[in-house]
């Protein structure tokens, strides 16, 4: 606004009259408050039943999603921006991004227990649910594509969040299929009694 009025003529004065900002920045918190949220739920809930480290690399997958999304956001035909729509969107596949990196996690996991730390016993145990883990997320993105040819004054608001979701669906797949399974692959996971839900080696 400064920078602004100082550009105008003499006589002519510039005023903020309305500032919605306030909505963006609750939608904002809402999103990065869910985030977190799930996060540590997900994080406490493999600890307990898998491995911490498997969690950890679980959970790493949320924001690797999120920040490829708000990278590709401004390009391509349907161009976004950060509003309440698109951050409407975050929220939305919040719940969803994470379901397949648990699945392949647990498989592999699954398959290091049965058969050995591996690199081909990961690939293995990748490759198990691949393919369900691929169409479930598929048929989200299948749900949310039509959106994009909306015709109509509401247009902008169905290509923000149909942007929004696909991108991040196509980010987890991605995630999950590939580096997901390269970190576990380093990933220290040494044999460890199961039933002793609190062994620090669990870790």
Not at 109 to 133: E, F, M, Q, S, W
Request: aromatic share 10%; proline share 5%; hydrophobic share 55%.
């Amino acid at each position: 606004m400064e920078n602004k009025r100082k550009m105008l003529p003499e006589g002519v004065e510039l005023e903020l009259w309305v500032d919605r900002s306030h909505y963006l920045e609750g939608r904002l918190d809402t999103m990065i408050q869910n985030l977190w949220q799930g996060a540590l739920l997900v994080f406490l809930l493999l600890s307990l039943v898998l491995r911490m480290k498997v969690a950890l690399w679980v959970i790493v997958g949320i924001p690797v999603t999120f920040f490829g999304a708000f990278f590709l956001m401004p390009f391509g035909p349907w161009p976004v921006t950060i509003n309440m729509i698109s951050l409407f969107g975050f929220i939305i596949v919040l719940g969803i991004v994470v379901d397949d990196a648990i699945i392949i996690g647990e498989s592999v996991y699954t398959k290091i227990r049965a058969d050995g730390h591996t690199l081909d016993n990961v690939v293995r145990g990748a490759k198990l649910v691949a393919v369900p883990a691929t169409f479930g997320v598929l048929t989200t993105i299948a749900a949310f594509t039509p959106m994009l040819f909306v015709g109509g004054i509401a247009a902008p608001f169905f290509e923000a969040l149909s942007v929004v979701v696909v991108l991040c669906l196509l980010f987890s797949l991605v995630e999950s299929k590939l580096i997901l399974p390269a970190h576990l692959v380093h990933a220290k996971l040494d044999p460890v009694d199961e039933e002793d839900l609190f062994n620090p080696k669990r870790a």
